[in-house]
């Protein structure tokens, strides 16, 4: 006799729980499908997917699915639809932003503190160095160095400086060439460069200015070695100083908004 709960299964086990099967219906098949196309190359950026009437043939369904079909890949901005006589359904690549909007919109939810961001920034960023020493030594130094020089010419305003550390911080990581990171990076960076505006106006409103430039200026020579240690190629000692540097960084900006939510700082 079986055990309460336990059912025969036709391959001669006993299943525990029934399992029901989900059956994707025929709109999401066609939409998987062509996503798959999408996602392969076969179709590209500006493609024109064929008119309706042969998808429909193709794919051996109605009209309406072929149309519901579409609207699942609208919704993931795979394709834009335009209807009438010259309308059709033009392809886009997938993009990336979907991936820090919706992220963000996870971490907003769950009542993620700008914190938390902030250490997953030093918890991975200090690695990227080695891979930028890996993979871009000879062209890295140019491209940071016009990055910090940026800098300096936005000390004086606020919404620009911000934008320009991020920026130092966005070529560093994309110089890595590690795909996953520069795409946890661009998750993560509107945070960031939100906060650290939000930081430097207060600064700027108390008339602290000196503090600001102080700041700049040891965050920018910190910067500055550690061009000189990727020129060298030392790893060690690269990842070594960035981690210090942005373990600096983080009770230069945190410090006084540790139980900030990004719910707080992101509200219009």
């Excluded at 140019?142 to 020089?149: C, F």
Aim: with cysteine; aromatic share 6%; net charge neutral.
């Amino acid at each position: 006799m079986n055990n309460i709960g336990e059912t025969p299964s036709i391959f001669g086990s006993t299943a525990v729980k029934k399992q029901p099967l989900h059956i994707p219906k025929a709109p999401q098949i066609v939409a998987s499908r062509l996503k798959k196309m999408i996602v392969g190359g076969e179709l590209k950026e500006g493609d024109l997917l064929p008119a309706e009437s042969k998808l429909m043939e193709e794919f051996g369904v109605s009209r309406p699915t072929i149309r519901e079909a579409y609207r699942i890949l609208e919704s993931e901005r795979l394709v834009t639809v335009s209807r009438g006589a010259r309308g059709g359904a033009v392809i886009h690549s997938p993009d990336p932003d979907l991936i820090s909007s919706y992220a963000l919109m996870v971490l907003q939810c769950e009542g993620t503190k700008v914190s938390e961001v902030y250490q997953a920034r030093m918890a991975f960023e200090p690695s990227v160095v080695r891979l930028v020493i890996k993979n871009a030594r000879k062209t890295a130094p140019d491209a940071l160095r016009l990055a910090v020089a940026k800098e300096r010419e936005a000390l004086d305003d606020t919404s620009a400086f911000a934008q320009s550390i991020a920026n130092f911080h966005r070529v560093l990581v994309e110089l890595s060439g590690n795909r996953p990171l520069i795409h946890l990076w661009s998750a993560i960076h509107q945070v960031v460069e939100r906060h650290q505006a939000l930081v430097v106006s207060v600064y700027r409103r108390n008339q602290a200015t000196d503090d600001i430039i102080a700041n700049a200026s040891v965050g920018l020579r910190s910067q500055e070695k550690l061009i000189k240690l990727i020129e060298a190629g030392d790893e060690d000692e690269a990842e070594n100083h960035w981690r210090k540097h942005m373990q600096a960084a983080y009770k230069t900006w945190v410090s006084g908004y540790e139980e900030m939510s990004l719910s707080q700082l992101l509200q219009d």
